[in-house]
């Protein structure tokens, strides 16, 4: 009996996850099966399944192909650089050509998933295969599945497009029956791809990335700000760039940091926790993106953390100020004032090129490259910060002072004159940072020597 896989899934291996793939691939045999659909008579073909030690893949993979009743393709980048994915492609293409030569029917039985966003046009010849449907939802033609998958895995928009899917391959599977290409190798088959225009995924590596927000709301917005179309109902909505339109900035981040390698990512709202949350992302081997809107860091919400993170010391989180040139309401350099003083410790390095973590008045033609630069340098630091082992002194009894090396003490230091109040736009006086205290008094004939708190361990 010939075997006829219900479908074939053509995914890159080098830019996809197989734990997300997997999942789809289940996901996507569970519901043919809720629909009424049998694809255990003939199981549906992934690779990692459906070869075995010692088999020639190239025509375990071609038997595949040329007898499947229909072809499930993860669109990608990577997709389109395969040149494998790139003969599985074109044998099925090829199929359905015979097929509409004997019997004058196009068959939908090549069903292309969005798996992640490709730029620029495609090529015509895999253009003409619609890969999105009105009722697929706006993010899943904006990000994609694997980011939905990522980020929602139980949420409507993944099982829109799962089901969505499942029909279309049910109808193809259960309605036709195309031509076989028997004996088929391809590593004889001349496929479309790479296709050119398509850029080359980012080399692989492995970690999390936080996302933490900061932005006001429609309905609330902060002061002196009066453009409410940037805003939606909570601040995972703020659309920073004109006209304001989906993708979210948030989204926006997310696709960056997904196409900048196989990472995965989470957003949150910034809260009085942020200190906390960013220790446990750092105790995570986490690394961590502040993505800032200038007129919500006016608010009291948010006034207090980012100015308690600025006199911190986090060197692996990045902090990103999106801003339109067209955004009159941002032209003026009043807000960027009020801004520099919420982050006075670390306004100094803004635009540092050497030093890219901290990028304001980011417009939207250069926000992914920043980002990508940003998440770069972030992981680069973490993995300094992870091989560095500091260097403990033995624990032991507190010396003896020695005498005759008594040394006088440090003076307080003064406010700086030209320090900045911490938030001159609320009509406040200034409020100076903290300042050392002073030393305790040296005893005679020696210098004190403070105890060790490992004495008590």
Partial sequence: MVQEPYFFLSYARKDNPDEFVKRFYDDLVLELRRIGADPAAQPPFRDVEGLGLGDDWARVLGAAVGHCRAFVALYSPAYLNSEYCGKEWTAFRDRLREYRRETEIDVPALVPVLWAPMEGNLPDEIARFQYHEADMGQEYVTQGLLQILRTEPMGLAYRRVVQKVAARVRM???????PFTSDLDLGEVRGLFPAGGHRRAAAPGAGHVEIFLAAGVADALPEGRHRSEYYGRSPR??????????????????????????????????????????????????????????????????????????????????????????????GGESIWEDLSHVFWRNWRRQNDP????????????????RLSVMLVVAQNRLMEMESTTPFRVPTGPTPPPMTGLTIPGPSVPAVPADMPPRFPFLGGAPTPRPVAAPPSPQPPGGRSVPKDPDDDQ
């Fill in 237 to 330: 909505e703020w659309t920073p760039y004109h006209p304001p339109k989906d993708p979210t900035v948030a989204r926006r981040a997310q696709r960056v940091i997904m196409e900048s390698g196989p990472y995965t990512s989470s957003v949150e709202v910034v809260d009085a926790a942020l200190s906390s949350r960013l220790d446990e992302s750092m105790a995570n081997n986490q690394t961590s993106i502040l993505l800032v809107d200038p007129w919500a860091a006016r608010t009291p919400a948010y006034r207090d953390v980012l100015a308690d993170y600025d006199g911190q010391n986090r060197p692996a989180t990045g902090v990103l100020v999106p801003c339109h040139d067209s955004d009159e309401e941002s």
């Fill in 172 to 178: 193809a599977a259960d309605r036709f029956r195309l």
């Fill in 354 to 369: 050497h030093d890219p973590l901290f990028r304001v008045r980011v417009g939207g033609d250069e926000f992914d490259e």
